[in-house]
């Protein structure tokens, strides 16, 4: 360990970790799931780190934030109501506030500690929790989405940590097709869904589970975030069967009049259709299963 430094090791990368220099620790806690850990980092602002994983830092938040919730609302014609899975930090829900046709954002996060740690110490994520259709329930989005009548959502995004953890559930396969009877016909889900440098298995067997239960299109796509592991971070993007769903074509732009607040820094049209071009040894993968 360098003083001053920290650095991301974990299992699921392993023989590799990324190093933020350090000034400041500002809290650490352990909730009902997790070490919870916030530092002042010299040069990528704020930190929010969940078991020794980076999650969140105030200087490259606006790739991930933008693409999860950007890809799958700007691809189908009028989301309405829209369900966020995990996503505790509320950054997701300052993106899906942008869409003046959303009426409804329901946000399932299992731990209430990393909701309030993110309002004291990350009020720029946080701000998402203003918006007042949001609805925030503090618990399992599994146990969540068992409860929600069939056809509720025009869209889902499940916005997780890794597989090793409180989110393990999510990767699995009785999750979406909870998630597919959540959605009405024609709705999309999108999910975190790792890198394709570090974890084409788990990407290979997400494919898998995704085309045996979405009925309309399941496709790939990832953008880059430095300070996420391998610099990358990929999103399943699926859609239920009846209206056909093209996400390289984004149906729905956002409008300059949705940015008025704070105009996006990372997404826009191009972004959104290159995200889908993938290298040939992910496309070999993904496209076979
Ligand atoms: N190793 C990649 C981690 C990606 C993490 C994405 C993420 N980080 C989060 C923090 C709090 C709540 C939801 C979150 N979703």
């Given at each position: ?10 299992p ?90 959303v ?13 309030e ?11 998402g929790?203003e918006?007042?259709?949001?609805n925030l ?27 090793i953890?409180?989110?393990q559930e ?5 999750f ?13 889900v ?24 979405f009925?309309?299109?399941?496709n ?31 149906v ?15 997404y826009?049209?191009?972004?959104h259709?290159?995200?889908f071009?993938l ?11």
């Amino acid at each position: 360990v360098i003083p001053g430094w920290f650095s991301e090791i974990s299992p699921m990368w392993p023989g590799e970790a990324h190093s933020l220099k350090v000034e400041k620790i500002l809290f650490q806690g352990k909730s009902e799931y997790q070490n919870i850990m916030i530092f002042q980092s010299a040069t990528y602002g704020k930190v929010l780190v969940l078991d020794g994983v980076i999650q969140v830092t105030e200087r490259d938040e606006c790739a991930y934030q933008e693409m999860i919730a950007h890809l799958p609302l700007c691809s189908i014609p009028n989301p309405k109501k829209v369900l966020v899975i995990g996503g505790g930090d509320g950054g997701v829900l300052r993106e899906v506030a942008r869409h003046s046709s959303v009426e409804q954002i329901d946000i399932c996060e299992i731990d209430g500690m990393v909701v309030e740690v993110s309002k004291q110490f990350f009020p720029d994520l946080a701000v998402g929790y203003e918006d007042p259709r949001v609805n925030l329930h503090v618990g399992d989005g599994v146990a969540f989405l068992k409860a929600v009548p069939e056809g509720t959502y025009d869209a889902v995004i499940v916005d997780s940590s890794d597989p090793i953890g409180p989110a393990q559930e999510l990767f699995e396969k009785p999750f979406f097709e909870s998630v597919a009877k959540a959605l009405r016909p024609g709705g999309v889900v999108c999910t975190q869904a790792e890198s394709i440098w570090l974890h084409m298995h788990i990407i290979e067997d997400i494919v898998s589970n995704c085309r045996q239960i979405f009925k309309g299109s399941v496709n790939y796509a990832w953008t880059t975030v430095p300070t996420y592991p391998s610099g990358v971070i990929g999103f399943m993007l699926c859609s239920t069967g009846g209206p056909a769903v093209d996400f390289r074509n984004p149906v729905n732009p956002i409008e300059d009049k949705d940015n008025e607040k704070a105009p996006l820094k990372f997404y826009n049209k191009e972004i959104h259709s290159a995200a889908f071009c993938l290298p040939s040894f992910a496309k070999k993968v993904i496209d076979s299963k």
